[in-house]
């Protein structure tokens, strides 16, 4: 405490030369005050390491059993979900998951990427003072409005349009595509921003169009962000819950058309946690830690991939 | 020949600039037609005893204020715990770190973290703090599950502002004999303030429109949360039950616009700040 204080007092006996290579010319205290400090920050920092380790320790712990009984392969291959009578294949709900997400991407990465090079090639800086705001409003909007808006206003004209209740894969595919958006959007345009101005010149000195210049030489050298972006855009849409449970009806069958409801490895948590117990209750536990696992996997991906880009590049 | 090949680029050209035109106008479109469809639907609905009143019976008649009081004290609570350790946790990433397999190890668990799905944070939260610890559904359990999902993004919005305070501002303050510490928290850390502000306004955003952690962390109780340690059912918790349950859609209207409106409110708070900082910099 005692040095602690002379640390802080105005003016310290010794002379603080404080860049990095000369620590041994400050005083004692403030050495030590400074080390203190650097650790109590990365102690912060690594918080999320402890995050990460305290929720597949907690999560995993609870879902184990299932993954014991029923067999990991089996539980992720098992071609019937029917818990209450003992069969807990998942393959029905992940097929259905990569179903909403593939749908999402297609529909929602162009307009994303268009979106992007909008804002960041095409758009006059007061245009994009207007288009920019909305992006970010779009990423802010909370996923149960978005759910919300999908189950009132878009399932009424899908059910008009195409008969049925409105529930399905094609309802979801809009919500989602419009959900992952604002995200794909926003990393794709700092890729494209990243591209040095030098590079937009040579392309347009020999006479390349805008439309050139951005399909010939843009795109490709923001391949690496690009790809990026539609990786967590992917994350996005998997681990979507809140927005998927109100629109995708929810029934627990691989759908035979687009317009028949489905549930997936999120929504079949919610729809079943309010009731399940026992081994069910385990086996919800387990499809998070598949869900944990594959958000990981996403992240990893993404690492390899940059990593292999600056090789490259 | 070299004519038609040029018309042909130039149509191409205006065919393709078209079309980027056309996505960039449906993506405003989208965000236009939720908010009109939200703000006309809910706007009728927006009345004192509707935001002040509690609810009451099966059909949840009256107001809501018990989930907005249960929204905002989670809120705050998730930014209390959250905001110290990731402004420091970036101090660590941005003026400590040296390239290597620790920081590295860091970085990849934030990107994990800020990908995690928030149903499984939401059943963390359940097998840790409601559960494990034993706190019950409750306002802190849900605050430490939100601040999980809160800290990578505050982290990162933290980091960027720091580094983009100029370095010779840093060199200035070593040339006059100041430490490290003295360097970050009188010089960098207020000069990067107004940008973390900003961050730390669009988390508490996306604290206020999280449905899937505190759903499995607070409960659905409807109940005016006191102490830390009470349940409580909050506003995207409450539009939820009502949606699924088809249950009083014009209260349903009513909470989606007040959701909006706060998300809202604090995108263009963030936004004012910025702006003002920009200002002030130029």
Partial sequence: MADNKQAQAPEPDVTPYASDSSLSTISKATYFKEAALRNLFLLCACVAVAGVGLIFLFVGLKGWPIFEKVGVWQFLTGATWYPTKGSFGILPLIVNSLLAMAGALVLGAPLAIGTAVFLSEVASPRLRELVRPAVELLAGIPSVVYGFFGLVLLRPIIARLFGGLGFGLFTVWLILAVMILPTIAALTEDALRSVPEGIREASYAMGATKWQTIWRVLLPAAKIGIIDAIILGMGRAIGETMAVVMVAGNARVIPDGIFKPFLTLTTVIVMDMPYASGDHRTALFGVAIILFIISMLFVASIRVISRFGKEMG | ?282
Wanted: no cysteine; net charge positive.
């Fill in chain 2, 1 to 282: 020949m070299q004519s038609r090949e040029r018309m042909d680029k130039r149509i191409t050209n205006g065919v393709a600039l078209g079309v980027i035109w056309l996505a960039a106008l449906a993506t405003v479109a989208a965000l236009g037609t939720i908010l009109v469809y939200v703000i006309v639907n809910g706007i009728g609905q927006l009345t004192p005893a509707f935001i002040f009143g509690w609810p009451h019976g099966v059909n949840m008649e009256g107001g809501i204020w018990p989930t907005i009081q249960a929204t905002l004290y989670v809120t705050a609570l998730a930014m209390l715990i959250t905001t110290p350790i990731a402004v420091l946790a970036a101090v660590y990433l941005a003026e400590y770190a040296v390239q290597g397999r620790l920081v590295s190890t860091i970085r990849f668990a934030a990107d994990s973290l800020a990908s995690v799905p928030s149903i499984v944070m939401g059943l963390f939260g359940l097998a840790l703090f409601v559960e494990g610890i034993g706190m019950g559904f409750s306002v802190i359990a849900a605050a430490l599950a939100l601040s999980f999902l809160l800290l990578p993004i505050i982290v990162r919005t933290t980091e960027e502002a720091i580094r983009a305070v100029p370095k010779y501002i840093r060199w200035g303050s070593y040339g006059l004999g100041a430490s490290k510490w003295q360097t970050v928290s009188r010089i960098v850390l207020p000069s990067a303030m107004p940008r973390i502000t900003t961050g730390v306004i669009l988390a508490a955003g996306r604290a206020a429109g999280e449905t899937a952690v505190v759903i499995y962390t607070m409960g659905t109780m409807i109940n005016a949360p006191v102490s830390p340690l009470d349940p409580g059912r909050t506003m995207p918790v409450h539009l939820m039950l009502m949606a699924q349950e088809g249950i009083n859609m014009p209260a349903a209207y009513g909470t989606a616009l007040l959701l909006v409106l706060m998300v809202l409110g604090f995108n263009l708070t963030a936004r004012y700040i910025g702006r003002r900082n920009r200002r002030m910099q130029g």
